[in-house]
C-alpha cells in the first residue's frame, strides 16, 4: 500500500476564485490505483507555505509519496519546483525526465514543465503540472515504478527481489 498526499498549489483556488480541479482528479486516479490516501492541502503559490506542508508532511513518516499538483510553468508565481528542491535532501531526476519525455509525445508544451521529483527522508515527492489531464497522464507515467520506489525508501527485504536478474 502506497500512502499518498496530494498538495495542490494555487493562488486563485487557495483565494476561492477557482475550484481546485487537479487535486480530486489526482485522488481519483490514487484510489484507481489501490494506494492509500493519507492527505491533502491547499496553498498559495508561497515558498514559504509550500515548504512548510511539504517539511511536516514528511516529518512523521506516515506519508510515502506527495504529490503536488500547480506551480510548475514559467509563471513568476510558479515556484514549486524551487520549494520542492529547497527541502528535500536528495533528486530523483529520473521521474520529471521520464514525465516530459511522455508528454513531449502529447503535446509540444511538455518542454515547458519545470516540475522536479526528489526524496526528503523517506518520503517521494513529485510535481506535477496544474492541468488534471496533464497531471493525470504525468502520474500513469510514474505510477508503475512507485511502489518499488516506496519499497526501496522503506528499506523493506523485498525491494532487493526487483533488482535480480532471472537465470
Do not use: Y
Amino acid at each position: 500500500m502506497v500512502r499518498t498526499a496530494v498538495l495542490t498549489i494555487s493562488d486563485r483556488s487557495s483565494r476561492g476564485e477557482r475550484a481546485d480541479l487537479s487535486g480530486p482528479t489526482l485522488i481519483k486516479e490514487i484510489h484507481k490505483l489501490g494506494w492509500d490516501l493519507v492527505k491533502t492541502g491547499l496553498v498559495p503559490d508561497e515558498l514559504d507555505a509550500i515548504q512548510a506542508v511539504l517539511v511536516d508532511w514528511c516529518a512523521g513518516q506516515q506519508i510515502d509519496l506527495i504529490l503536488t499538483t500547480g506551480g510548475t510553468g514559467f509563471s513568476a508565481r510558479d515556484i514549486t519546483p524551487e520549494a520542492t528542491l529547497g527541502i528535500v535532501d536528495r533528486l530523483a531526476p529520473g521521474l520529471a525526465e521520464a514525465m516530459r519525455a511522455a508528454s513531449l509525445k502529447i503535446t509540444p508544451h511538455a518542454m515547458l514543465s519545470r516540475a522536479a521529483a526528489g526524496i526528503r527522508g523517506r518520503t517521494l515527492i513529485v510535481n506535477f503540472p496544474g492541468s488534471p489531464k496533464a497531471a493525470v497522464e504525468n502520474l500513469q507515467v510514474i505510477a508503475p515504478i512507485i511502489p518499488h520506489a516506496v519499497e526501496l525508501l522503506q528499506e523493506s527485504s523485498e525491494a532487493e527481489q526487483g533488482h535480480k536478474f532471472p537465470k
